[in-house]
């Protein structure tokens, strides 16, 4: 939500801004603006819409300034209109500040201000930053500072000051980089709740709300923490807490390269990352897949009692044996996630809290934790567990699930659990973990442990490669945890391991196969109004994928049902206008799927069926086949969501949408 660029240092500094807000306009597209420190004035320029309104302006108003900030804004409190884009400065245009985040109390500190006699422009919150920092610089006794800076070098200078006293005076979540027309030398940033990472380079120095920003130039990043400001000049950074007290802080060096944000000759981003879901796959098996594992230090079928959660509904479960003997213990789990067996020591219960897509990744993860490592799992949106957390119990893994590792109502909701368990006396050490994308973020810093989903970064607004890197990371704590437990035998876990191999190929197999078709395909709903997504069991979550998909990109009306509840209700809204996409594979479901996809053909609706080939009865119930490989059942997600996604993908593109950047929407949500 919202992203902030800085710069400070020997080259033009408008350029160097641009192509950042360029890279982080995945995070707001409503205006986007910079201002300049030039001689001993600041030269502001905003324009209302996407960065290339701006760049137009900028053309026009070459700038050899060698400081300045920039910003690109998803609106929160005021219209996406010029007048309320960023940057926003003091009453004479000496402090200028740009903002991610929101100032909860702007509007006590405005009347204050107002009555001091500032004068405000805009009807953002942001605005009261610049005209608190003027406010205290004009009460700092700057004689009095200087002197006792002569004696205490460690002290920050009067405009780090400043905006330490006003960022202790502010409530909210935010992150911000303030310069000044009197401080031609300094870029100020703080954060508290919302990203900023700090680059490091030759005589230069970056600050961005994210790190592509920043890659094209360095890699070597300081993600600042919460309560911590940085005062950047040409000769180096120096970090400080609120409190004053300055902070030792190294770089880190990122791992990526700035070739991984480019489109590769992608028409968009969002393809170019459907597509790269094989290879994420791969990297994530690469990754953790134990070489060390054999078949022969596994547990033998015999010696697993019969566990309810293994048995299909309908087989007999085998006699008792008469003399039970012990599992013989497996040394070795056929993963290597490096989480220690503290987690999952007496493990009762999971809970999962995720929003959006990587809360679907958790509706699949609830199934594959449920079936093969048999724990009960909930899942909850982050957004409602704030507020609703269920009753405490003990023995409880919480895992947040987010890509950025950034999401406010997952952070947030992660941290009050945190919180909770550190008051139980059962638990010393809360068990919570994370999987993200970004181990380096915000999320990497509250949880003691990261599964790294390793999708490389993902730049379109619709998660796709990120959901399916997401849902390996299910699949594979789901085999250490049931390898811990002893749920499953060297058989199955074999078999599922075989399967996972497999996936990578599968999913090559259908971009190479179906896209042309699907592409083709998304001709007959460019005017459709509404769409039906239906799925069971686990792929229950992919028909809900696949529907916030659709909405997310083409602005199509798309539900997804379980397809054994359309009868309660939803089967009304079906005609002949209504397409139904159903995803059918073959396993517990399989049947029961076809007989509700039969009940929405009765009421007309067209059928399109996801679901492998050369099955007879599913090819005679759809009307229109989007085949894909024949996979076990349960890791079928990985395969049913890439028609899903590239049908999506295909009918907002002929709508001629802007697919990467849809309407209203941010790639990371860091506002509640
Ligand atoms: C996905 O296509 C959406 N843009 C959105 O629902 C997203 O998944 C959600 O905001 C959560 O983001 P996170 O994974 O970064 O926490």
Redesign the pocket.
């Known amino acids: 939500m919202c992203g902030i660029v800085g710069y400070i240092g020997t080259q033009a500094a408008s350029s160097i801004l641009l192509e950042g807000l360029q890279k982080l306009e995945y995070r707001g597209y409503d205006s986007a603006g910079v201002a300049l420190v030039e001689g001993n004035a600041i030269h502001c320029i905003r324009a209302k819409g996407k960065l290339h309104n701006l760049k137009e302006k900028l053309e026009n108003t070459p700038s050899p300034a060698q400081l300045g900030i920039g910003h690109t804004r998803w609106a929160t409190h005021g219209k996406p209109e010029e007048y309320n884009a960023h940057p926003h400065m003091d009453t004479h245009r000496r402090i200028a500040v740009v903002q991610n985040g929101i100032i909860e109390n702007y509007r006590e500190l405005r009347e204050a201000l107002k009555a001091l006699g500032h004068e405000f422009r805009s009807e953002t919150d942001t605005e009261v930053i610049p005209h608190l920092i003027a406010e205290e610089f004009k009460q700092l006794d700057l004689g009095e500072f200087e002197n006792l800076r002569g004696l205490k070098n460690s002290l920050p200078s009067p405009l780090t000051e400043a905006v330490r006293r006003a960022v202790n005076k502010l409530h909210g979540a935010f992150a911000i980089a303030v310069i000044s027309a009197d401080s031609p030398d300094e870029l100020i940033v703080a954060r508290q709740q919302a990203p900023l990472v700090l680059g490091f380079g030759q005589g230069e120095f970056f600050c961005a709300s994210d790190t592509p920003a920043l890659v094209p130039y360095t890699r070597a990043v300081l993600p600042l923490e919460n309560g911590e400001i940085a005062r950047l000049t040409p000769l180096g950074v120096e970090v400080y807490s609120f409190e004053g007290q300055r902070l030792k802080k190294a770089p880190r060096t990122l791992n990526w390269n700035p070739v991984m944000v480019e489109k590769q000759g992608f028409k968009h981003f969002m393809l170019k990352e459907i597509y790269e879901q094989p290879g994420v796959v791969r990297a994530c098996l690469e990754a953790y897949l134990n070489p060390e594992w054999s078949q022969e230090s596994g547990v033998r079928s015999q010696e697993l009692s019969a566990l309810p959660h293994l048995q299909s509904p309908t087989s007999n479960p085998p006699p008792p044996s008469p003399n039970p003997q012990p599992p013989t213990p497996n040394p070795r789990s056929p993963v290597r996630l490096n989480l220690p067996t503290t987690l999952y020591e007496d493990l009762q219960q999971i809970q999962i809290v995720?929003?959006?897509?990587?809360w679907h990744a958790g509706l699949v993860g609830k199934y594959v934790l449920e079936q093969l490592a048999g724990i009960p799992t909930q899942v909850q949106y982050a957004s409602e567990f704030r507020y609703s957390a269920s009753p405490i119990t003990p023995n409880t893994l919480t895992i947040g699930v987010?890509?950025?590792g950034?999401?406010a109502d997952?952070l947030a909701a992660l941290e009050m659990e945190l919180h909770r368990r550190q008051g139980l006396a059962t638990e010393f050490q809360p068990r919570m973990l994370g999987i993200t994308n970004r181990p380096e973020s915000t999320l990497g810093n509250l949880v003691p442990h990261i599964i790294d989903t390793h999708a490389g970064i993902e730049i379109g607004?619709?998660?796709t490669k990120t959901f399916a890197a997401q849902l390996m990371a299910f699949y594979l704590l789901a085999l250490d945890i049931a390898h811990y437990r002893q749920s499953l035998t060297t058989e199955q876990i074999e078999k599922l391991l075989d399967g996972l191999r497999q996936l990578p190929a599968e999913i090559e197999m259908i971009l190479e196969s179906q896209e042309r078709y699907i592409e083709e395909l998304a001709h007959d709903f460019v005017e459709t109004q509404d769409f039906i997504f239906l799925g069971r069991g686990v792929n229950f979550p992919i028909a809900l994928e696949g529907a916030?998909?659709l909405k997310?990109i083409s602005y199509i009306h798309a539900e997804g049902y379980p397809a054994g509840e359309m009868k309660h209700g939803p089967i009304a809204l079906l005609d002949a206008k209504v397409p139904v996409v159903t995803i059918a594979m073959p396993g517990t479901v399989f049947e029961k799927v076809l007989s509700n996809a039969q009940e929405a053909r009765a009421r007309d609706a067209r059928l399109i069926g996801v679901t492998p080939m050369d099955e007879q009865e599913a090819e005679d119930t759809f009307d229109t086949l989007i085949p894909v490989p024949h996979v076990e059942e349960i890791l079928s997600p990985l395969v049913t969501v890439i028609p899903l996604q590239l049908l999506a993908y295909h009918i907002a593109a002929r709508r001629g949408l802007d697919v990467d950047q849809p309407r209203n929407?941010a790639?990371?949500?860091t506002v509640e």
């Open positions: 995720a929003c959006g897509t990587s987010t890509q950025s950034e999401t997952t607004v619709a998660a916030l998909k997310e929407l790639k990371s949500v």
